[in-house]
């Protein structure tokens, strides 16, 4: 069983920064793609960025120059560190990750629970 946990949502001021981890943990073969989403009320959930597992990185327009994503392997981790937040980037951040449980599964995607990011203007 994986099991992906966020930390770090919070309140920030417009212009401030956040930084939210994700740990998978559970029966993890390989992680693959991993990266964040985000959904605001009343809209759907929308990519923010994605990392692969050698590092290359590709972010949605709207955070490009403001959000880095970067992960730790060996700690199974992925962090989003998001500077200049404005009012807009206020919604509920999913982790995802692409994970095999094993040397004979490709991969399924697994989603965490979400953390709440509020940002006042």
């Known amino acids: 069983q994986v099991q992906l946990v966020e930390s770090g949502g919070d309140l920030a001021q417009a212009g401030g920064s956040l930084r939210l981890s994700c740990a998978a943990s559970?029966?993890?073969?390989?992680?693959?793609?991993m990266g964040w989403y985000r959904q605001a009320p009343g809209k759907e959930r929308e990519v923010v960025g994605v990392?692969?597992?050698?590092?290359?990185?590709n972010y949605a327009d709207s955070v490009k120059g403001r959000f880095t994503i970067s992960r730790d392997n060996a700690k199974k981790m992925v962090y989003l560190q998001m500077n200049s937040l404005k009012p807009e980037d206020t919604a509920v951040y999913y982790c995802?990750?692409?994970?095999?449980?094993?040397?004979?599964?490709?991969?399924?995607?697994?989603w965490g629970q979400g953390t709440q990011v509020t940002v006042s203007s």
């Open positions: 990392i692969t597992n050698g590092g290359r990185t």
């Open positions: 559970g029966s993890i073969f390989a992680l693959n793609l």
């Open positions: 995802y990750a692409n994970i095999r449980t094993s040397l004979v599964t490709m991969g399924d995607d697994y």
